[in-house]
Every structure is written in structure tokens, then in C-alpha cells.
């Protein structure tokens, strides 16, 4: 499914791994422009390539908060068309709850929350500027079951707290015509889920949870942070999604 994209021009972090890379692809297929960031730089340059022209790509450290501001600010003068953010970079951390020190804590809150937070804090006074603007911030399942999957209690206070930071770029942005929402997706076939992929027991113990009765491909969840991205959610603000195979469901 091909949403439409024209006219936008999209910062993707996290934008050459398994779903920020679907979420590349759907931009460019909906006519739209992708500025792709990671910190896997020789992966990013070599997939923004294959976008074609109009797209590029930058080092973008989600984890350096002093660096990841000038870099938004660079950006945002080569690119001041920009009015959608989709924060995609995160990392795992699946010890269990009495191996988690505090370097393991503070590693997994700095990228996922504090990363995330960095980039909607860089970049809600421009979207503000501009009249408005998209924001899409990629949380988990474990933000809402409290982690059990793969993701242990780091990772999913990590997601809890983006799920609120959501909810709180919601409320504030709305009367700058600013929108955010987040999508919660489950086990999905991406290099984060390797290990458990390959770990028959885990495997089938985790896709037991899941009432679709599989794992998702990455362009699943992808799906539904394009809608999220597009104007097909104008009126849609605030909202966690699951795309989780119905492991939640809240109403
Ligand atoms: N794969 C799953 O089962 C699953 C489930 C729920 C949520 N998620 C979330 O989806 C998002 C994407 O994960 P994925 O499955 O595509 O994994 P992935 O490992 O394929 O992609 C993650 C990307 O983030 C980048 N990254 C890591 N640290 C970064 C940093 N400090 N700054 C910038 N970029 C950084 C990596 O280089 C990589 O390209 C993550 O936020 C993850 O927590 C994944």
C-alpha cells in the first residue's frame, strides 16, 4: 500500500535498519524526500543510494544530544522544506532485572527516551515555524506490557516513557498544527531480533504470546507509521498504535 507523500520531506532516524528502511522506501514510493540518519554510516550511504535523487543522508547520533542538535540545525538549512520527523534508531537491552547496572540503564534510556526526546525537542521550533508538521516516534509492545518479549525492564521503561513523550508532543503541539503519534510493534524479523530469532525455545515461547501466530516483517510495522506520517491521520494525534499481532488490546 502506497500512501502519499508528495510534498513531504522526512527525517528518518534510525533510517537504514530493518523498519526505518521500510519507512524510507514507503516515503519515496508515496513521491516524497527522505533524509535518512544513523550511525551506521558506510549502511546508510550505500541504502540512500538506492532511493535515487532527492534523498541523502547524515551521521546522527541519537545517544549525543549536543551533536544531534547541530546536525538537526545543519539539516534544517540545507533542508528547511523538513515537516515530518519518524524516530526509528533504538537499541535493545534484554537483561534480566537484577543483571541491569546502572551503565546498561543509562546506555538504553539516553538512546531510546533521551534520543527521542532530543530529536522532537530540535525539531518542534521549526515544525512550529512552518505551521506544522508530522511526528512519528517508533516505541514497543514492551513500553505497555512492561517488556517480556525480547526487551527487559531498561527497554520497556524506555518505551513507556516515549509512549508519554508522545502523548505530551501531542498536547502541546496540537494548536501549532503539530502532530505526534507512536507505533508499538512486536517481535519483528529485523537484526535486533537475530538472537532470538535464532533460539528455538525464545522463538517459540514469544510467538506463543502473539495471536497472529507469527513474526512480523518490517514493512508491517512500517505500514503503520506511513499512515501515522500521512495526511491519511490528519485528524490523528495522541495515538499509541499496536501493530503487534494482538498482543494488546486495550479500547
Ligand atoms: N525488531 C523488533 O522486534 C522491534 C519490536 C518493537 C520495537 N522495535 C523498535 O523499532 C525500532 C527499529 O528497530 P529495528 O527492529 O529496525 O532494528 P535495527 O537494529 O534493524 O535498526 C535500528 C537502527 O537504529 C540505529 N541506531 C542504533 N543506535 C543509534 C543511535 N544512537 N543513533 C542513531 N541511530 C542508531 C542502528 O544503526 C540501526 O540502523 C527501534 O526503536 C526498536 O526499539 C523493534
Not at 550511504?45 to 538537526?72: M, Q, W
Not at 537499541?91 to 546506555?107: G, H, L, M, N, T
Not at 538472537?195 to 504470546?209: G, Q, R, W, Y
Request: contains cysteine.
Amino acid at each position: 500500500m502506497v500512501f502519499d507523500f508528495t510534498g513531504k520531506t522526512a527525517i528518518v532516524t534510525g533510517g537504514s535498519g530493518g523498519i526505518g528502511s521500510e519507512i524510507a522506501r514507503g516515503i519515496v514510493a508515496g513521491g516524497g524526500h527522505v533524509i535518512v540518519t544513523d550511525i551506521d554510516d558506510a549502511k546508510g550511504e550505500a541504502f540512500v543510494k538506492t532511493l535515487g535523487k532527492g534523498n541523502s543522508y547524515y551521521h546522527l547520533d541519537i545517544g549525543t544530544p549536543n551533536e544531534a542538535r547541530a546536525t538537526v540545525t545543519q539539516i534544517l538549512v540545507d533542508h528547511p522544506e523538513t515537516n515530518t520527523l519518524i524516530n526509528v534508531a533504538g537499541v535493545i537491552s534484554a537483561k534480566p532485572f537484577e543483571e541491569i547496572d546502572d551503565a546498561e540503564w543509562s546506555r538504553t534510556i539516553t538512546i531510546n527516551l533521551n534520543g527521542t526526546f532530543t530529536m522532537c525537542s530540535a525539531l518542534f521550533p521549526h515544525l512550529k515555524k512552518i505551521g506544522g508538521g508530522r511526528i512519528v516516534n517508533v516505541s514497543s509492545v514492551a513500553g505497555k506490557i512492561g517488556g517480556g518479549l525480547l526487551g527487559t525492564a531498561a527497554y520497556a521503561s524506555s518505551k513507556a516513557g516515549v509512549n508519554g513523550l508522545t502523548k505530551a508532543v501531542a498536547k502541546e503541539g496540537g494548536k501549532y498544527g503539530i502532530a505526534c503519534n507512536a507505533v508499538c510493534p512486536s517481535f519483528t524479523l529485523t537484526q535486533m531480533t537475530t538472537a532470538l530469532n535464532e533460539d528455538k525455545t525464545k522463538h517459540d515461547k514469544v510467538i506463543a504470546m502473539i495471536p497472529l501466530g507469527r513474526a512480523a516483517q518490517p514493512s508491517e510495522p512500517a505500514q503503520m507509521v506511513l499512515f501515522f506520517a500521512s495526511d491519511a491521520a490528519s485528524f490523528v494525534t495522541g495515538e499509541i498504535g499496536d501493530c503487534d499481532g494482538g498482543i494488546v488490546m486495550d479500547g
